[in-house]
Every structure is written in structure tokens, then in C-alpha cells.
């Protein structure tokens, strides 16, 4: 069975600052992670996802993550952080090998930025 | 370019009503979602469909019904509604081609009171 963990509900971090919202999964086959963006009343936005290669995949508005197959971990990181980063982000798997049909997400991680 | 619309935004509905969401998209996608957003839970896959004419259950499918006569549009629908089925509902499509790497594109979600 696939699933994602997301430890945390809440993170908040100074304007900035780096800031790194985590992300764990648990697949049979090869994992396909996604990152998404939730803001206000508004429906999800893609930010970047790893399917295969470089573990470290950059993606919109500066954000990156890095896989790590070892800790089976996706988290999500931007180097300096800005207000307007304050959303809810999902983090989600597919398993390669069960096919394309579900994308299963974590309950998210509300990201406050401090001015 | 519109992306994905769903109808109606909001909506408040008396137990045992019955109602459809619309949703269209117009990007000619093969695959297409419906999804159920809780507070705390993340998104739960309701149906989802491959093409027009198929659609499978997705995790949470108890109490809706699909169809997808067209490419372009994947109407849910709620027979009997319940308490339990207030929720916000987000639909969204994938490109058949990117297969399991295929990033979702989501609509702005629809809010709907049962009471």
C-alpha cells in the first residue's frame, strides 16, 4: 500500500530564513513524489515533482526538494522565504508499478512565513 | 485557457437532496479526478477516470456516481446526500501520456454544506 506522512501541520519560519517542510512515503515500486501548493479558498497548484534522475529537483517560485531513497523522504525546501510563501502544501506519491490511476497525499503542512 | 472549471462554488443542500458538480477542463486531458479535501485529512480520491466511457472507484466512492461521456467533461454526482458529505470537492485532470509522472491540474473546488 502507498502512503505519505507529513509530521508536521504547522511550521513556521522567519522571513528569510530557510525553510523545509518534510515529507515521507511508502511505496511497493518506484515512487513518483509531487509537491503542491494550497492557497486560501483556491484549488491545488503543482510546484515540482521526482520521477527519476537528480535527486535534487527544482521547481517553481525557488522551491526545490531532494529525494532520498535511503530515508524513503521528499522534503520540501526553499533557501530564503518569503511572506508570500504562506500557504498549505501537500506533499504526494504514486507508486510506478500499481499504475496512474491515484495519487495519494499527506494531510498537509501549513507554512506561515514571519515577517 | 481556462484550465479546469467546476460549478457551482458553493452550495448548501437538505439531507437527501441530490445534486451534480460539473466539472470541464479544456486541454484535451485523457485523465481526469475527483477528489473529497477534509480539514486534517488531505485529499481522498472519490473517482477518477482514463477516457471517456471509463471510470473506476477510487478510495472514498460510497454515496456518488460518475460518468464521462465526453473528453472534456466528469460530472459527480451525490444521489442522497449526508452529513457526512460535507466537504470540499476538487476535480482535476492529467495527461495520459506522462503517465504516473503526469502532475494533476486541479479546479478551484467546490463547497458543499449538507445539512
Known amino acids: 500500500a502507498q502512503s505519505v506522512a507529513q509530521p508536521e501541520d504547522q511550521v513556521n519560519v522567519a522571513e528569510g530564513n530557510p525553510l523545509t517542510v518534510k515529507c515521507t512515503y511508502s511505496v511497493s515500486g518506484n ?79 501549513r507554512l506561515t512565513v514571519i515577517p | 485557457n481556462a484550465g479546469v472549471t467546476q460549478t457551482p462554488k458553493f452550495r448548501i443542500l437538505k439531507i437527501g437532496q441530490s445534486m451534480t458538480l460539473q466539472c470541464t477542463q479544456d486541454m484535451n486531458h485523457n485523465y481526469m479526478y475527483w477528489y473529497r479535501q477534509d480539514p486534517g485529512m488531505g485529499l481522498k480520491l472519490i473517482y477518477y477516470s482514463v477516457g471517456a466511457g471509463i471510470t473506476d472507484k477510487g478510495e472514498v466512492p460510497n454515496g456518488y456516481n460518475v460518468s464521462r461521456s465526453t473528453t472534456e467533461d466528469f460530472p459527480l454526482r451525490l444521489e442522497l446526500a449526508a452529513p457526512s458529505q460535507t466537504s470540499v470537492y476538487f476535480c482535476a485532470s492529467s495527461y495520459a501520456d506522462r503517465g504516473p509522472g503526469g502532475e494533476l491540474f486541479f479546479g478551484e473546488g467546490s463547497r458543499l454544506t449538507v445539512l
Open chain 1, 31 to 109: 515512487p513518483y513524489l509531487f509537491w503542491y501548493v494550497q492557497y486560501p479558498n483556491r484549488g491545488l497548484q503543482f510546484l515540482l515533482k521526482y520521477i527519476t534522475g537528480d535527486n535534487l529537483v527544482k521547481g517553481s517560485y525557488g522551491f526545490e526538494a531532494e529525494f532520498n531513497k535511503s530515508q524513503t523522504s521528499f522534503h520540501l525546501k526553499k533557501p530564503s522565504a518569503l511572506v508570500s510563501d504562506s500557504a498549505l502544501y501537500f506533499c504526494a506519491v504514486r507508486d510506478g508499478q500499481t499504475g496512474a490511476n491515484n495519487l495519494f497525499f499527506g494531510t498537509g503542512t
